[in-house]
């Protein structure tokens, strides 16, 4: 057994310790390239099927071809697709495309608090009809007691404190110094009663290990991620008028995989191109003890 596959049967076990031990739960699909590794492990878990619904936040300014992409794999892999936002505030414009928040507090409001109201059921949520190809208002407000996310311990300060399970209050608020041990393969799934729960499939995987990953199994990735002749490319993807691209001439795969092993990034910061992250200094630990994601 290699590394790969050494990564690959852990995170296996804990997608279905997770759907063993917590009775509503989902999994938090960016479109990103964490994420959609974590769902292709998902259907390998469960043999082809996914039976846990995918949550994606939609802020409206993702770009569009991230869009395109989760609903093209949502209707080829018959994917449970659910998606919530933040409409009070996109119908008020208080967002900073449109000059009215700084970055921190327009993710404040686009994703924590879209992200946790969507996953208490307090905000409206819309689920994907596969018959009629479109989505609609869906009736189930049933708050979800856990949530699988596709963190990695190296992609972020913060996201290094996380456990691969993770107890939130009933806010979604994450207390840091209240976390479990977790000692070999041994995890505290047992918490009080109304405990919420993030769970991390991926948190000892590094950049290069998804995308070796990746390039293995032959994961359909949107091409954001790849250069398409100008010379950049997405390194991490996130809402349009706030991420930045990177310099490179990587245009498949293989070339990523081969530009990660050169050592070209060893010094930047996966999600330097994001901007919340420098507005914070180069770390989302308060957005984080909020709930966001």
Same mark, same amino acid.
């Given at each position: 057994?290699?590394?790969?596959?050494? %990564?690959?049967?852990?995170?296996?076990?804990?997608?279905?310790?997770?759907?063993?031990?917590?009775?509503?739960?989902?999994? %938090?699909?960016?479109?990103?390239?964490?994420?959609?590794?974590?769902?292709?492990?998902?259907?390998? +878990?469960?043999?082809?099927?996914? #039976?846990?619904?995918? *949550?994606?936040?939609?802020?409206?300014?993702?770009?569009?071809?991230?869009?395109?992409?989760?609903?093209?794999?949502?209707?080829?892999?018959?994917?449970?697709?659910?998606?919530?936002?933040?409409?009070?505030?996109?119908?008020?414009?208080?967002?900073? #495309?449109?000059?009215?928040?700084?970055?921190?507090?327009?993710?404040?409001?686009?994703?924590?608090?879209?992200?946790?109201?969507?996953?208490?059921?307090?905000?409206?949520?819309?689920? /994907?009809?596969?018959?009629?190809?479109?989505?609609?208002?869906?009736?189930?407000?049933? #708050? /979800?007691t856990g *949530?699988? *996310?596709?963190?990695? +311990?190296?992609?972020?300060?913060?996201?290094?404190?996380?456990?691969?399970?993770?107890?939130?209050?009933? $806010? $979604?608020?994450?207390?840091?110094?209240?976390?479990? #041990?977790?000692?070999?393969?041994?995890?505290?799934?047992?918490?009080?009663?109304?405990t919420h729960?993030?769970?991390?499939?991926?948190?000892?995987?590094?950049?290069?290990?998804?995308?070796? /990953?990746?390039?293995?199994?032959?994961?359909?990735?949107?091409?954001l991620y790849?250069?398409?002749?100008?010379?950049?490319? /997405?390194?991490?993807?996130?809402?349009?008028?706030?991420?930045?691209?990177?310099?490179?001439?990587?245009?498949?795969?293989?070339?990523?995989?081969?530009? %990660?092993?050169?050592?070209?990034?060893?010094?930047?910061?996966?999600?330097?191109?994001?901007?919340?992250?420098?507005?914070?200094?180069?770390?989302?630990?308060?957005?984080?003890?909020?709930?966001?994601?």
């Amino acid at each position: 057994m290699d590394h790969l596959d050494k %990564l690959e049967s852990r995170s296996i076990h804990i997608l279905r310790e997770a759907y063993s031990e917590f009775n509503n739960i989902c999994m %938090l699909w960016s479109v990103g390239k964490d994420s959609t590794v974590m769902l292709w492990l998902a259907r390998k +878990a469960f043999f082809g099927h996914v #039976p846990i619904p995918l *949550v994606h936040i939609d802020t409206s300014y993702m770009i569009p071809e991230m869009i395109e992409h989760r609903d093209k794999l949502a209707k080829k892999w018959n994917l449970d697709m659910i998606y919530g936002q933040d409409e009070e505030t996109l119908k008020a414009g208080n967002t900073f #495309p449109n000059g009215q928040a700084t970055h921190l507090e327009c993710c404040g409001r686009l994703k924590t608090d879209a992200l946790k109201n969507t996953l208490n059921g307090n905000w409206r949520r819309y689920r /994907y009809n596969h018959n009629k190809d479109e989505y609609e208002l869906d009736d189930n407000r049933e #708050p /979800y007691t856990g *949530v699988i *996310v596709g963190a990695r +311990a190296d992609e972020e300060g913060s996201r290094s404190k996380e456990r691969y399970f993770s107890p939130r209050d009933r $806010n $979604n608020d994450w207390d840091i110094g209240d976390q479990p #041990p977790e000692f070999w393969d041994q995890y505290k799934t047992d918490f009080a009663p109304g405990t919420h729960v993030r769970i991390h499939p991926l948190l000892d995987w590094t950049e290069l290990d998804v995308w070796e /990953y990746i390039q293995r199994e032959k994961i359909p990735m949107v091409s954001l991620y790849f250069d398409q002749g100008e010379g950049k490319r /997405y390194r991490s993807l996130g809402c349009g008028p706030c991420t930045e691209t990177v310099d490179s001439t990587a245009s498949t795969v293989d070339e990523v995989v081969e530009e %990660l092993k050169t050592g070209k990034f060893s010094n930047i910061a996966e999600r330097d191109g994001r901007a919340q992250d420098k507005e914070d200094g180069g770390g989302l630990e308060e957005l984080r003890k909020d709930g966001y994601m």
